[in-house]
């Protein structure tokens, strides 16, 4: 490990919730994740109807959390609008694989002729600038 290298600590769990105010007032404390989570998840909750607040925090670069605030109407505690937020975030995700998958060539011959094809796109453009 060179001088300049950190190793990340690990969170000792997956999720907590801290404080204890009101049910439709939460901040999670969720582990191992950071700004790609945290940012995604925020998107999807403000988009629920009985979500009031949502925003997310990464305390600090070194420490292997973030926080998700949430907060709700009366009709639903945020838990249920986290929960629905991260199965809504899981189908979104699954879409998109699917839509990779069947977009992306499969067979390795297929991704060769692609980079082969590339390749002779990037040369042409080389010669065209030099002339």
């Keep these: 490990m060179s001088v300049n290298e ?3 600590k690990k969170a000792t769990t997956p999720l907590t919730i801290l404080g204890n105010g009101p049910a439709t007032s939460r901040t999670f404390c969720i582990g191992d994740e950071d700004h790609t989570l945290g ?7 403000i988009r629920q109807r009985d979500v009031n607040f949502a925003g997310y925090s990464v305390p600090h670069p070194s420490e292997p959390f973030v926080h998700i605030r949430v907060q709700t109407s009366s009709d639903e505690t945020a838990a249920a609008a986290l929960h629905q937020s991260c199965q809504t975030l899981s189908q979104q995700c699954q879409l998109v694989l699917e839509q990779l998958e069947r977009l992306v060539p499969a067979t390795k011959e297929d ?4 980079e082969e094809a590339l390749l002779e796109d990037a040369e042409d453009d080389e010669d065209e600038m030099e002339e």
């Design 6 to 8: 950190v190793k990340l």
């Design 39 to 45: 940012n995604a998840l925020r998107h999807i909750l």
């Design 111 to 114: 991704r060769i002729r692609i």
